[in-house]
Nanobody
Framework: QVQLVESGGGLVQPGGSLRLSCAASGFSFSTYAMSWYRQAPGKERELVAAITSAGSTNYADSVKGRFTMSRDNAKNTVYLQMNSLKTEDTAEYYC?????????WGQGTQVTVSS
């Protein structure tokens, strides 16, 4: 059974930091590209960051220089380190695994940036 379980969300003040985790099971994690998406109320889901199976990363322009995505294949986990958070980063954050035509999604974790 495939599972992606996100954690680490919460309420943080502007300028603060959070680290999201996504623990995977039920598939060959190290061979999948992984990504983080987010969806704010009333907006479409958007790609935040992605990492290939080889470890190459790319980021949305809105988070470049502030967010860092990494993976630990020994732990079947990906991370999203989010620094210098802004109110516009408030959203539900989702983890996605993808390989060819196959993809899996987590249930999401809420991040709220507010003073």
């Amino acid at each position: 059974q495939v599972q992606l379980v996100e954690s680490g969300g919460g309420l943080v003040q502007p300028g603060g930091s959070l680290r999201l985790s996504c623990a995977a099971s039920g598939f060959s994690f190290s061979t999948y590209a992984m990504s983080w998406y987010r969806q704010a109320p009333g907006k479409e889901r958007e790609l935040v960051a992605a990492i290939t199976s080889a470890g190459s990363t790319n980021y949305a322009d809105s988070v470049k220089g502030r967010f860092t995505m990494s993976r630990d294949n020994a732990k079947n986990t990906v991370y999203l380190q989010m620094n210098s958070l802004k109110t516009e980063d408030t959203a539900e954050y989702y983890c996605k695994a993808q390989k060819f035509w196959r993809d899996y999604w987590g249930q999401g974790t809420q991040v709220t940036v507010s003073s």
